[in-house]
């Protein structure tokens, strides 16, 4: 049996140090570099990874890395653990001085979660979820809201940096769940937007152009919460499938239905 405190309590001092580096880079003036025309790129988020990655690297050198800014292509091997990172999720809103972003990191054995960890240095929010352990805020349990009916639901969603790609099922939807829902958010970290289903702040999320490391942790931190996480057409395939919805579980029905699952 794998002992995944051993790895979950690595993982947590990394992420500390991760926010410390954050941390640092926010309050002082940094290069921004853009990987395509508004997909930018901070010293912030390569020197979190590599303090992560460095970290993790030394103490379990059997394990691969699918991280967002060095190691996108995975070497993978079947069933093998595979830590999964974003090492600055809401990129933009760091920028801009916005203090809503995380570190979010997940070790999963092939397609399976065995934790997430979704860390914000600045409010110092640090969720977390162990398989089969429940969902924790700065290690109190938490779960998601009772609420029932998709019109009395808060919502959140993300919009992808390749928009115009997408454009026309992203309005759709967006117009759909404007119509819907009693209330509708864009935070900018899709981490965190899974952390506030997980924790009853919201009681859905949808997005779709996501990326792994955008929904790793999360996902199991919302679904240890006692949440459903799927891909739009309701199936499982949301952590490489590009799309995602997240919800209380009660209205997940009524969200698929506007995403495209038959329910
Ligand atoms: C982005 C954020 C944002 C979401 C985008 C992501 P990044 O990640 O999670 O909320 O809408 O789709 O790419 O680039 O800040 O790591
Ligand atoms: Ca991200
Ligand atoms: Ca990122």
């Not at 030394?58 to 974003?86: A, Y």
């Not at 509708?184 to 702040?201: F, H, K, Q, T």
Request: charged share 25%; net charge positive.
């Amino acid at each position: 049996m794998l002992d995944i405190s051993k790895y979950f309590n690595e993982a947590k001092k990394s992420v500390f140090l991760a926010g410390k580096i954050l941390k640092k880079y926010y309050l002082e003036n940094f290069k921004i570099e853009y990987k395509g025309t508004r997909n930018p790129v901070t010293a912030a988020d390569k020197n979190s990874e590599k303090s992560i990655i460095k970290i993790l690297g030394e103490k379990f050198p059997d394990i691969d890395f699918l991280c967002e800014e060095s190691c996108e292509e995975i070497n993978r091997r079947k069933n093998g653990l595979v830590w999964i990172i974003d090492p600055l999720d809401g990129t933009v809103n760091f920028i801009h001085k916005l203090p809503i972003f995380s570190i979010s990191l997940a070790l999963y054995d092939g397609n399976k979660a065995l934790f997430g960890i979704v860390y914000n240095p600045i409010s110092g929010e640090f969720f977390h979820a162990i398989k089969n352990k429940g969902a924790y805020l700065n290690g109190k349990k938490i779960g998601v809201s009772k609420i029932n009916d998709l019109k009395h639901s808060l919502i959140v969603t993300g919009f992808p940096y390749n928009y115009e790609k997408r454009q026309k099922s992203v309005d759709e939807k967006f117009r759909e769940f404007c119509r819907s829902a009693e209330g509708l958010r864009r935070l900018g970290s899709a981490a965190i937007d899974l952390c506030y289903v997980a924790c009853g702040r919201f009681d859905a999320f949808w997005e779709e152009g996501l990326n792994p490391w955008d929904v790793a942790a999360g996902a199991i931190i919302v679904r240890e919460a006692g949440g459903n996480v799927t891909d739009f057409a309701g199936r499982n395939n949301y952590l490489f499938g590009e799309t995602l919805v997240a919800s209380n579980l009660k209205i997940h029905n009524q969200m698929i239905k506007i995403t495209g699952g038959k329910k």
